[in-house]
T-cell receptor, first 111, second 112 residues
Framework: AQRVTQPEKLLSVFKGAPVELKCNYSYSGSPELFWYVQYSRQRLQLLLRHISRESIKGFTADLNKGETSFHLKKPFAQEEDSAMYYCALSDHSGSARQLTFGSGTQLTVLP | DAGITQSPRHKVTETGTPVTLRCHQTENHRYMYWYRQDPGHGLRLIHYSYGVKDTDKGEVSDGYSVSRSKTEDFLLTLESATSSQTSVYFC???????????FGEGSWLTVV
């Protein structure tokens, strides 16, 4: 069964500092990985997916199959980046394409 | 927002009462999902649907049932609510060329 691990529940950084949110996964096939962001009491929004390799709001994430990781990075954090971040893996078995989520990391960017 | 609306957005109910949450979509998407969000657990799949009258269980389906009699509506029912079902419930749909999953705004349910 697939599993997504986000080892940090809370992460605080100062504005302008680099930030890295860790995500590790276990999956027997070829994974499709995502990062979702949730601002306070709002819906989850897709931040990026590894297939598209886009940079959204300055965030990037590289899939490292050797280390089974998909860490989210931003070189210079902004206060508006404060939010809950979820790493998720898509299950390709059958046709459901369910998402399995990590437990989330609450990022706080301090002024 | 992928045309998803959830109702009610907030509800307080008593233990043992039935509760139904509604997810409505306007864009004819085939796949719909119900997740619950809890601290320390992230989001966990309750049930999903892949068409009218076609549903299947997710990771945490015990105590929940679903129905989809129309493409646009996916209902989640707690037959007899318990305090452990206090949570935030998110509906989601799968859409777009890349089959991206989009979420609704959430329904806050408190069982007292």
């Amino acid at each position: 069964a697939q599993r997504v691990t986000q080892p940090e529940k809370l992460l605080s950084v100062f504005k302008g500092a680099p930030v890295e949110l860790k995500c590790n996964y276990s999956y027997s096939g070829s994974p499709e990985l995502f990062w979702y962001v949730q601002y306070s009491r709002q819906r989850l929004q897709l931040l990026l997916r590894h297939i598209s390799r886009e940079s959204i709001k300055g965030f990037t994430a590289d899939l490292n199959k050797g280390e089974t990781s998909f860490h989210l990075k931003k070189p210079f954090a902004q206060e508006e980046d404060s939010a809950m971040y979820y790493c998720a893996l898509s299950d390709h078995s059958g046709s459901a394409r369910q998402l399995t989520f990590g437990s989330g990391t609450q990022l706080t960017v301090l002024p | 927002d992928a045309g998803i609306t959830q109702s009610p957005r907030h509800k307080v109910t008593e233990t043992g009462t039935p509760v139904t949450l509604r997810c409505h979509q306007t864009e004819n998407h085939r796949y719909m999902y119900w997740y619950r969000q809890d601290p320390g657990h992230g989001l966990r799949l309750i049930h999903y649907s892949y068409g009218v009258k076609d549903t299947d269980k997710g990771e945490v389906s015990d105590g929940y049932s679903v129905s989809r009699s129309k493409t646009e509506d996916f209902l989640l029912t707690l037959e007899s609510a318990t305090s452990s079902q206090t949570s935030v419930y998110f509906c989601a749909i799968r859409a777009g060329v890349e089959n991206t999953i989009y979420f609704g705004e959430g329904s806050w349910l408190t069982v007292v």
